[in-house]
């Protein structure tokens, strides 16, 4: 049975290229450097690989929107071999690429040029801050993000209560796990 799957983490080398399709679908393209350090003749080497990554759709998007060059990255998707041949020179060429199925943005947040970083600002990690100064305690009890990037203390996106602090006590009630 054949299987196409390849899982590979390592650091944009490139910003993120978001083009559009005639039909309207996104398509962002950029490369990651996927670091193997290795010994040999009792000698520490390093080994660096780069590999073209493609994402369709609305993951393309937010690739774009909050990668940039140096971010790291996990992504899972399936190898794609494409071939073609040059209109000018008349020569062949291919190339194998990576085409994301799911892309995980993993390390520090992008800082835009305003200052503030891309998935929130520093208003969110100050919010963070108080959040926890003030006695909250658990995920539920922090600020949840709503319309507009504004946070509200305490309750959660969609006007849902907060969660109730028993929840977070594991002697608050019975074990429900049948085993």
Avoid: H
């Avoid at 203390?153 to 594991?170: D, L, S």
Wanted: charged share 20%; hydrophobic share 30%.
């Amino acid at each position: 049975m054949p299987l196409n799957k390849v899982f590979l983490m390592g650091n944009l080398t490139r910003e993120p290229e978001l083009r559009y399709t005639p039909g309207g679908a996104a398509v962002c393209e950029f490369g990651i450097a996927i670091n193997r350090t290795y010994t040999a003749n009792n000698q520490t080497r390093e080994e660096v690989c780069f590999v073209d990554i493609v994402v369709w759709g609305k993951s393309g998007e937010l690739c774009q929107r909050y990668l940039n060059k140096g971010s790291q990255a996990l992504i899972e998707g399936r190898l794609q071999y494409d071939q073609w041949e040059d209109k000018t020179t008349g020569r062949r060429s291919s190339r194998l690429r990576v085409v994301a199925d799911n892309v995980q943005f993993v390390g520090a947040r992008r800082e835009n040029s305003d200052g503030a970083a891309g998935m929130g600002g520093q208003n969110q990690q100050n919010s963070y801050r108080n959040a926890s100064n003030n006695g909250n305690q658990g995920a539920y009890n922090r600020p949840m993000p709503q319309q507009g990037g504004a946070y509200q203390q305490g309750g959660m996106p969609n006007g849902m209560p907060p969660m109730p602090q028993e929840a977070f006590n594991p002697d608050a009630g019975e074990d429900d796990i049948p085993f």
